[in-house]
Every structure is written in structure tokens, then in C-alpha cells.
């Protein structure tokens, strides 16, 4: 579904600020996989998931999704294949706009947007059905605007917006991060229970190893740009938090380093 | 000082249509675009050379908003294609079009005494209100179609928008275009309601506009869209009754620019020192309640020793 070559990218090239952000990435997602990434402080996690979406475009190699080759495809015309939810709360949605106009442009994601009303009875009837999903009651308030809506409901309703039309691939960008732990727990159940239903590609970036473990069907560990542990399904299952900690060190040679990282 | 207000009200139901288009980009796509001085007096100059060289009226008003539109889509290239900063590229256009309108005038001023315009035979209080409501109408579906939604968010969270599939150069860019579409159309009537068009009209033309939608959300509220147009038109009477009653209390014609720029800092500013203020007593009252609290505890535990 989703197949990475020899990606590199540089920022900031021939100044003194000059860093390998990725360096050489080799990735195959299959169709379903549900990915962990996690990683050091500067890891290139996130410049994977911009590369892929198209933010930012690689210094060298090719990026497939579903076949075909995108690198020179612009992010809002890739994103008919990508759904993705950041890490901000507030970045996936529209604030001053209500639940209902937000559902109707996540709607239109890979559609023509015309001069045809945004929200019809039909839709509505819809979005109300896809929103009680989430058992937050949000299909109970469809017309009141985002804004209103607490950090959790807001990352939920991001989450919903970026999957009900089912991309080919999920981003989940340290999407729990910014939540309190009992909200963040709301959001990564209600991922699971989504990815599943839908049985949705997805690369998740997470600060959690506990998190990281216990989600999808693989987990990768990713330092200094380059991908430095793959464990498949089969390793996972047995798989700790000591025992990552310990690869980590066996490989580098040195400790784990990163400031907000969560060991659960 | 009844034919002030009624001169009043029918010069706010002309400068509402320019005020709904300086509310697109002000308010919905936030993109303070300074073209509008430029491309009022666009719209003036456009129909009032038509019309004086014996065009159908109608004709020169469409073509007056067809120029607006073009005027808007080089802001919105100039910021979206050439990244130049919104402020600027509207101030560039606005310089640019100095020259442009001269050049569709021939002359500073073309009078339109004893041509037939759009306003000859019409009660401009019978027949205006109810095609601003029309164009409010419009604008209320559009903003409320797929196209209109995509221009929502782009002023809303131009990220957001992008990771599902808009382009945010093609949104502001059409949002720009019609705003000054728009523009052009107030000044083409203004202009035929005058009976002049002179280079200078469309000077501090922006002001006027942001007055006209800042009074009208502070006095009608901006909760939906449906309000919020509705907001603007009262908004931009409302800046006229205050203009003729400034003008009333000894205030002369050439200070109107400073009284408006006034309103305009005072309305922008308010809402701030007020949120700090509110916030400021909120501190007070919370920091005192919980010293209560504490006194209260410690006395407590002073009690069980």
C-alpha cells in the first residue's frame, strides 16, 4: 500500500545548521498494516510522516501509495488517499465552523467541491450516524460550532474526520500527546476500535512505548534518520518495554534519549 | 434632518454591497486586503465611461464588477504565486490601480448629469433593500456550498483544509475576486447615484468597510453567517446615520476619515482590553477564594495539633 525507497532528506543543507533529518528510509506497508514508529528526540519521525503526505518533498528516492508514484504530486491533491490527524487538538478542525460543515468538507476529501449545498438532510442524516461512532453525544450537537468543544472532542471528531471516508492511509501523528491521560486513553481506544473496523493502513508516531506495544501489528524504532529496529507481528507479541529500552542501548550504544517520552 | 437620515440610509444600502465584500476577506478568509480603495473607484470609473459613452447601464454595472473581480484575482496571484505578504500585495494593487483607473477614466472626474443610470427612474428606499437582501441571500448560499465551506476553513485553519484535499491558493484567490467583485459593483452604483466618478473615491474606502462590518457585529452579533451578512448591511447604515450625525453636530465633511479611523481602533481594541480586564477579575476573585481556602485549612490544622 504504501512503499518507501532510499528517502533522504537535509535541512538546512550547507549552512552550519545543516542536519540529516532522514537518511536513506526503506519502508513497505501492506494493505491493513497498523504501524508503531517510535524514536529519540530528532529521530526523523516526523519528517517521515511530512514526506509521505507530502508537506515536504525528499531530497532523493521514491514514495508508491497504492501503486502509484506521488512524490511530485502536491499534499492537497495526495491527501485523496491520506487521512491524518496531528498532534495539535486544534490543527484538524475548523473552529468558527459547526460539527456538521466540518464532517461535510472532510466528506468532499477526494470530491470536486461545487456550488451544491455542504450539508443536505441526507448528509446530515449520515454525519449523525458516523459521529455516534464516537459515543461522545457530538451527533446531538451537529450545529454547534468546534470551537466549543473540549481538546478531547475535538482530537475524536479529528480522528472521525479523518477516516470515515477510509484514505488509503492513516498518519496519526502523536495524536494522543497533547491530551490528558484520560482523554488520551478515549482517543487511542476509539483508534483501535476505527482502524480495525475499517481495516485502515496506518502509521502511528507515538512518545508512548507502552502504546507503541500494545497498538497495531508492528513497531518500528526510528534514530538519527535511519530506522533502526523493525519487530514484526510475531516478535511483538512478546515484546516490553525493558526489552525495547535494552535493544535500543544494544544498537546505538548508548541510552534512550528523549524528554517526552512516556514508558507506561 | 429627516432628509439627512433618508440621504443616509440610502447611501448605507449602496456602500453595504462594498462592506459584504470587504467582510469575505476580512472576516471569512482573514486577509486584510487593501485593494478595495483601488477597486471601488475601478467600479466607478468602469461605469461611468461606459454609461457616459452610451452603454446600457445594466451592462457597465456587470462589467464594473467583472474589472472588481479581476483586480482581486491579482491581489490573491500576487500573495498566493508570488508569496507576497497580504498587506503588501493589497497596497501594491491598490498603487497599481491609480494609474489603471486613470487610464479608464481618460480624465480625474466624468460626470453622468442627464445620462439615463440604473438609479434614474427608481425609488432608491423602495427598490435597494431588496436587492441587497437578494445579494445577502446569495452570499448566504454560497458560503454554505462546498466551494463556500472550503473558503470557511481556509480562513479558519488553512492546514486543516489542505490535508483534505483544497488547494488554499485557489480558495483565496476566489475569495479575493469576489470581495473586490463586489467592491467595484458598490462603486459602479455609487458612482451612478452621484452621478459622478472621480479618481479619488475609492480613497479610505477599506476603513469605511471594516467600520461598517466591526459596528455591525458589535451592535447585531456574528454568531452564524446568516447573522453576520445580515450584521454587515445594518452595519454600513448604521455607519452613515453616525457619519450625518457627526456632520449635524458642527464635525466637517474632511474630518469623516479621522472620526472613522477612530471608531475603527476604538472597536478593534475594546474587546481586547475588555477580555483582559474580565480576566484580571477572574485572577482576583479565584486567588482570593482559594487564600480562603487555604486560611481555612491551616486554621483547621491548627486546631488538631
Not at chain 2, 451592462?59 to 500573495?79: P, V
Request: glycine share 10%; net charge positive.
Amino acid at each position: 500500500m504504501l512503499e518507501m525507497k532510499q528517502i533522504s532528506k537535509l535541512f538546512n543543507p550547507g549552512t552550519p545548521d545543516e542536519k540529516v533529518a532522514l537518511a536513506g528510509i526503506q519502508l513497505h506497508l501492506k494493505e491493513g498494516d497498523f504501524v508503531t514508529v517510535i524514536g529519540s528526540n530528532g529521530a526523523g519521525k516526523s519528517t517521515l510522516m511530512n514526506i509521505i503526505s507530502g508537506v515536504m518533498t525528499p531530497d532523493s528516492g521514491s514514495v508508491r501509495i497504492a501503486g502509484s508514484a506521488v512524490e511530485a504530486i502536491p499534499e492537497h491533491r495526495r491527501s485523496q488517499w491520506i487521512g491524518r490527524v496531528f498532534q495539535d487538538p486544534m490543527a484538524g478542525t475548523a473552529p468558527t465552523m459547526t460539527i456538521q460543515e466540518n464532517m461535510a468538507i472532510a466528506y468532499n476529501r477526494n470530491k470536486r467541491r461545487g456550488l451544491s449545498l455542504g450539508v443536505t438532510a441526507k448528509k446530515r442524516a449520515m454525519f449523525a450516524q458516523e459521529l455516534s461512532r464516537l459515543g461522545l453525544g457530538l451527533e446531538n450537537r451537529m450545529n454547534a460550532k468546534v470551537g466549543l468543544l473540549s481538546g478531547g472532542e475535538r482530537q475524536a471528531l479529528s480522528l472521525l474526520m479523518a477516516t470515515f471516508t477510509e484514505p488509503r492511509i492513516l498518519l496519526l501523528d502523536e495524536h494522543t500527546a497533547a491530551l490528558d491521560p484520560a482523554r488520551a486513553d478515549l482517543i487511542t481506544g476509539l483508534t483501535q476500535q476505527i482502524v480495525q473496523d475499517m481495516k485502515l493502513t496506518t502509521l502511528m508516531v507515538t512518545h508512548n512505548m507502552e502504546q507503541a506495544i500494545r497498538l497495531g501489528n508492528r513497531l518500528i524504532m526510528m534514530d538519527k534518520g535511519r530506522i533502526i529496529l523493525d519487530v514484526p507481528e510475531s516478535e511483538k507479541r512478546g515484546l516490553t518495554v525493558e526489552r525495547l529500552l535494552k535493544e535500543f542501548e544494544r544498537i546505538r550504544g548508548e541510552k534512550f534519549a528523549d524528554d517526552r517520552v512516556v514508558l507506561g | 434632518m429627516g432628509d439627512a437620515i433618508l440621504g443616509s440610509l440610502e447611501l448605507g444600502l449602496f456602500y453595504a454591497i462594498m462592506a459584504l465584500g470587504v467582510y469575505i476577506t476580512f472576516r471569512i478568509l482573514d486577509f486584510p486586503d487593501l485593494t478595495v480603495d483601488g477597486s471601488f473607484t475601478t467600479g466607478g470609473a468602469i461605469a461611468a465611461v461606459m454609461i457616459s459613452h452610451g452603454s446600457s447601464p445594466l451592462l457597465a454595472t456587470l462589467c464594473a464588477f467583472i474589472g472588481g473581480m479581476l483586480a482581486g484575482a491579482c491581489t490573491g496571484l500576487l500573495h498566493t504565486k508570488a508569496k507576497i505578504n497580504s498587506l503588501l500585495a493589497g497596497i501594491l494593487m491598490m498603487i497599481a490601480l491609480y494609474s489603471i483607473n486613470l487610464r479608464i477614466m481618460g480624465k480625474a472626474n466624468i460626470p453622468l448629469l442627464g445620462v439615463d443610470t440604473l438609479i434614474t427612474n427608481i425609488s432608491v428606499l423602495w427598490v435597494m433593500p431588496f436587492v441587497i437582501i437578494a445579494l445577502k441571500l446569495a452570499m448566504d448560499w454560497f458560503l454554505h456550498t462546498d466551494l463556500g465551506l472550503a473558503l470557511r476553513a481556509t480562513g479558519d485553519n488553512k492546514r486543516m483544509i489542505r490535508s483534505f484535499g483544497v488547494n488554499t491558493d485557489n480558495t483565496i484567490i476566489v475569495g479575493v475576486s469576489l470581495s473586490n467583485g463586489m467592491v467595484a459593483l458598490s462603486g459602479a452604483l455609487i458612482a451612478q447615484y452621484s452621478a459622478f466618478a472621480e479618481i479619488t473615491m475609492g480613497v479610505g474606502m477599506i476603513v469605511i468597510g471594516l467600520a461598517s462590518v466591526i459596528i455591525g457585529e458589535a451592535i447585531f452579533g456574528a454568531r452564524t453567517v446568516f447573522r453576520a451578512t445580515l450584521s454587515v448591511i445594518l452595519g454600513a447604515i448604521v455607519y452613515r446615520l453616525v457619519v450625518a450625525l457627526a456632520l449635524r453636530v458642527g464635525l466637517e465633511a474632511t474630518d469623516m476619515k479621522l472620526m472613522t479611523a477612530l471608531i475603527v481602533i476604538v472597536a478593534l481594541s475594546l474587546p481586547m482590553i475588555r477580555t483582559r480586564l474580565k480576566q484580571k477579575a477572574v485572577i482576583r476573585k479565584r486567588t482570593s477564594q482559594l487564600e480562603q481556602l487555604n486560611g481555612l485549612a491551616e486554621t483547621k490544622g491548627g486546631g488538631n495539633r
